[in-house]
């Protein structure tokens, strides 16, 4: 079983904040972003939503310069 590491959080609005996670087990490493919503969820604690990605770490240079990118190409 794979267990993750939550290395951020970033508000995404009232209800809903994206957990930057990274896996700290199993056979493929991991960097997990996903929406939490505290929508529904019990006694306030942010719960897991279907929305995010998963990407193999490897490919997290990549992701990070797309990232870049669209920082750069919204801030015109």
Known sequence: MTDLRIVAIV???NLEEVRVSVSTGGRYPLVDMRVF???GAKRGEPA???AGIC?????LPALIEA???AER????
Request: aromatic share 0%; charged share 35%.
């Open 55 to 59: 990407v193999p770490r490897d490919q």
């Open 37 to 39: 919503s505290t929508t």
């Open 48 to 50: 897991a939503t279907r």
């Open 67 to 69: 990232l870049q990118a």
């Open 11 to 13: 508000r995404k609005n």
């Open 73 to 76: 190409e919204a801030s015109r």
